[in-house]
């Protein structure tokens, strides 16, 4: 199965990339779009990419809850 990067909605880039950078910041790596992401650990890079996922999960929940 091959995956994409691609982003659905263009418009959302540069949110995300903010998010990207809040979730980088909060794990302790500062000045994460300026980091070569190859000099990280598949560790490193993982988690900011696993915890963006769990908050688009939860806002995607909330909403469809109504809350």
Do not use: C, F, H
Not at 48 to 63: D, N
């Amino acid at each position: 199965m091959a995956r994409s990067n691609r982003i659905v909605v263009p418009e959302a880039r540069m949110a995300l990339n903010q998010m990207k950078a809040e979730i980088a910041s909060e794990l302790g790596l500062t000045n994460y779009e300026s980091i070569d992401k190859g000099n990280l650990s598949s560790r490193q890079n993982g988690y900011v990419g696993g915890y963006m996922t769990k908050r688009l999960v939860e806002s995607a929940q909330r909403t469809l809850a109504g809350k």
